[in-house]
């Protein structure tokens, strides 16, 4: 039925505005007799449970950050079998993000182009949801991604970010430093050594107890990559999150002049699954066994995500693959890898 929907009516449809019709089902779902009929029908298998960072996860496959930027489908997303919920990217002041058009369906490579630009409401907003979520829903298991608000200098971002994480820290179980977005300017060149080490610091600091993780971008160098692992270990965080979107569009099947239309952004779904188990191996390789690695880019399968977890990864994550899969994709993923 969800193929048929996604034939006939989503793949007509510009991709942000089915995304916000989406958005509203799935905050119908987390409201209960719904969410009861949901959880019954999607709970992850006991044998799947997973400890990472001092927590334990229903499942070890969560939603990664980008879908719900404003804390609106947590429950929904919950209920529909996902073992966490990574939310934002949040940043210090409120933003509009980039002009519309500014999301893209690649279907014939089930992927993704985005420029969205971190919109978002804020991390006071965003503060203020959790703060009601914790209340009502304790017991699920919340990410809170943070980046730079889009008119702080690069130079002033440690601040930026500082502030971020102060608001959202206390209410997250753990916070994912986003320097690795392509839509923000200045952005990635904050994943160069020597400018992210004060940044990690600062944040762990105002971060107190919550675990700091750091996402990265494909387009690294594997030497790159390698030091950036090894600073996250010297700078104790809790881990790494590997990957965020790709700007290449090297191998793709679409339509040349269909990319070329869709224009800059970055790249989600299955052209990303061979690059980010790359980076997934580089960074096991340079830090410690029990050292947290979320992997990201190209999971769409039950297959998908037993390989990253056989490759290392502590947890998995989704994106993409809910757009082209719908809304029992995280339940069909658990089975599997339940049954394996």
Known sequence: MYAFVFRVLFSKIDPETVHHLVAWVIRLIGVPPFSWIARALTRPAPSIRTKAIGLWFPSPFGMAAGFDKDVRMVRGLAALGFGHVEVGTVTAIPQDGNPRPRLFRLIPDRAIVNRMGFNNHGAAAAAAQLTKLRRRNPDIVIGANIGKSRVVEVENATADYVRSASLVAPLADYLAVNVSSPNTPGLRGLQAVETLAPLLRAVREAAGTTPVLVKIAPDLSDEEITAIAQLAVREELAGIIATNTTISREGLRTDSAVVEAA????????????????????VRAAVPEDFCVISVGGIETGADAQERLDAGATLVQGYSGFIYEGPFWARKLNRALAAR
């Open 263 to 282: 224009g800059a952004g970055g790249l989600s779904g299955a052209p990303l699954k061979a690059r980010s188990l790359e980076v997934l191996r580089t």
